[in-house]
């Protein structure tokens, strides 16, 4: 019994819709946007095409729509039809094809080019473009931590105020590939090492590990920050005296020169010494070259300095320097 009463209303609407689709197709869609102004750059100008079209077009758009009002069941059969929109959206609804929109008709245009944002205030313009909910602002930029350049990073986490950081200078010393062996297989890693310092006596390193070479800089110049020394330096140029030191296999020579004399040594200890804001001095590493531990000699030999005030307190001495003495007075 359903299936008698059901059927004839079935076949009703199948011979309609399939009349009403064939006569809608065979409309050129690019005759509906009569609105599209002919000033945007790198668009293509649609084909003129004559009135009778447009008329036919739009009788044929509201005979559809109010076929859709009364068959509420085809309305589902049309989404997954070729009169949907075929974007790069992908899209699951049908929208009104006699109104122009430049998101849905032109996505591969940039819309937000000057010429066409002109083009959208112009009053024969008629359409507004509307996003849906949930798609988010395409243009909107990235906020992420890992997107963010080093200057702004290095801002928001570490305490120290924007005006010192502009005043530091992040060196690195060292980048590598690291692998570990497991019984998983093998885990590759970047290794990075680096140095801050302000060239006015503080200066410190980091060390960092993370999957990419980014990542490890990024780690390496905060803890850097935080392991920051103070180094004397003798006229703000040049170290005390010699200074001898051993770290592991690297054995280390620095010694203090005259003014305009340079920095004759290696580039580990060059950067170094550039970031304390040492000018005139001559160093030789004997042993191992590794450029790590070449670097951590290097922040031990400026910790072992001995200083003439020290000298003369172990001695039970009063020490005064009688340059300095003279040229203060």
Same mark, same amino acid.
């Given at each position: 019994m359903l299936r008698q009463f059901f059927?004839?209303?079935?076949?009703a609407a199948r011979t309609c819709f399939s009349s009403l689709k064939k006569r809608f197709i065979t409309v050129n869609r690019l005759s509906f946007h009569s609105s599209i102004p002919a000033n945007i750059s790198n668009q293509q100008t649609p084909r003129k095409t004559p009135e009778t079209d447009t008329?036919?077009?739009d009788s044929n758009i509201d005979e559809l729509e109010s076929f859709l009002l009364t068959n509420p069941l085809v309305k589902q059969h049309i989404q997954n039809a070729k009169l949907a929109r075929n974007t790069k959206l992908h899209l699951s609804y049908v929208s009104k094809l006699n109104n122009y /929109?430049?998101?849905h008709d032109y996505p591969h245009l940039n819309t937000s080019s000057p010429a066409v944002q002109n083009a959208l205030k112009n009053p024969k313009f008629t359409h507004q473009a509307r996003l849906p909910p949930d798609i988010? /602002?395409? /243009?909107?930029?990235?906020?992420t931590m890992e997107r963010l350049g080093f200057a702004e990073y290095m801002r928001r986490t570490s305490v120290v105020p924007e005006e010192v950081l502009r005043k530091l200078v992040f060196v690195p010393l060292v980048s590598?590939?690291?692998?570990?062996?497991?019984?998983? %297989?093998? +885990?590759?890693?970047?290794?990075?090492? =680096?140095?801050? %310092? /302000?060239r006015n006596g503080l200066v410190g390193y980091g060390e960092g590990k993370g999957a990419t070479t980014a990542i490890a800089y990024k780690k390496a110049s905060m803890k850097a920050l935080r392991n920051m020394i103070f180094v004397p330096r003798y006229q703000d140029r040049t170290?005390? %005296?010699? +200074?001898r030191t051993k770290f592991h296999a690297v054995h280390l020579t620095m010694r203090s020169r005259p003014p305009g004399f340079g920095l004759r040594c290696s =580039?580990?200890?060059?950067? +170094?010494c550039n970031c304390a804001g040492i000018s005139d001095i001559s160093a030789k590493v004997i042993g191992s070259r590794n450029r790590m531990n070449v670097a951590k000699a290097v922040f031990e030999a400026l910790q072992q300095q001995r200083l003439p005030e020290h000298i003369a307190i172990e001695r039970g001495q009063r020490f005064i320097d009688v340059q300095q003495q003279y040229y203060r007075a």
């Open positions: 059927e004839p209303a079935k076949t008329k036919n077009a /929109d430049e998101l988010e /602002d395409m /243009d909107k930029p990235p906020t590598r590939r690291v692998v570990n062996q497991t019984r998983k %297989g093998k +885990i590759v890693s970047m290794y990075s090492m =680096a140095a801050v %310092g /302000d170290v005390y %005296g010699v +200074i =580039a580990v200890v060059h950067e +170094i």
